[in-house]
């Protein structure tokens, strides 16, 4: 059905994997475009209660946005401002319970893909990175405070640091560390236990935590912000010098 995803089903559990392996699961605009259309299929599923998100290979979960497209389209961000934040923000918006099985790196909206899911595990190898703030955006302002708490989220996005699986776990940002071996069967058991229980009452639970910890006032205002620092040549700039650093030049 997908070509940069794969979609199976064990029981009432979905797994979702970002299947670019040899681009570290970048989102481009397929991609982006395919987990959107996954994510709508399965939540219209009744035969599915708990959706797992993951990446192929043993490298990344996701590496954030594709920068070869977004050089191919200029050497401008447009390529994560269009279907890649989409569908990090439809992520977010998921009503039933999804878990992020985090097998390695998870940097820029690969970061954001993770927090916008309800649980993270992640392999022993997993590192996070909040690199917005290096390329003149704000990202992960408004969820990470949510998980970590306001000081470490500040220093996590003001820094732009590297975050490793070890210090993901201390601080929260992470659940659970596993092998990477034993990570899809950890999760697995903790989506079928979930699976098991009442779909209504978990995915009204969801609803309520979610009410009592966010502020759509700071969401509002992120999405604001990066439509006015999008518009500055300092983010231009930014973003073009990393995009030919990934990219090699090319």
């Keep these: 059905m997908y070509e940069s995803l794969i979609v199976e089903q064990t029981g009432a559990v979905a797994t979702i994997r970002l299947n670019r392996p040899e681009k570290h699961n970048a989102l481009n605009a397929q991609l982006s475009h395919e987990l959107i259309e996954a994510l709508d299929k399965v939540e219209a599923d009744d035969a599915v209660n708990v959706i797992v998100l993951t990446g192929a290979g043993e490298k990344a979960f996701c590496a954030g946005a594709d920068m070869a497209e977004a050089v191919g389209a200029g050497g401008t961000n447009s390529g994560y401002v269009g279907a890649p934040a989409e569908a990090v923000a439809r992520v977010l918006r998921t009503r039933k319970p999804i878990i992020a099985a985090v097998n390695g ?6 970061a954001l893909l993770a927090i916008n899911c309800d649980i993270r595990i992640a392999s022993e190898d997993a590192r996070f990175r909040f690199v917005g703030a290096s390329y003149g955006l704000v990202v992960g302002a408004f969820q990470l405070p ?9 220093e996590l996005i003001f820094t732009a640091r590297t975050i490793d699986a070890q210090e993901a776990l201390r601080i929260g940002l992470v659940s659970h560390l596993v092998p990477l071996e034993e990570l899809e069967a950890t999760v697995t058991e903790m989506a079928l236990a979930i699976a098991a229980n009442s779909r209504a009452a ?4 969801k609803q309520v935590i979610d009410i009592a910890t966010s502020n ?3 969401f509002r205002r992120e999405v604001e912000a990066n439509l006015e620092l999008r518009q500055s040549e300092e983010h231009q700039e930014r973003f073009r010098a990393a995009a030919m650093r990934v990219t090699g030049g090319k």
């Design 216 to 218: 759509r006032e700071a």
């Design 105 to 110: 790196y998870s940097y820029g909206g690969g």
């Design 202 to 205: 978990v995915m009204e639970s």
């Design 146 to 154: 949510r998980i970590v708490g306001a000081p470490l989220a500040k």
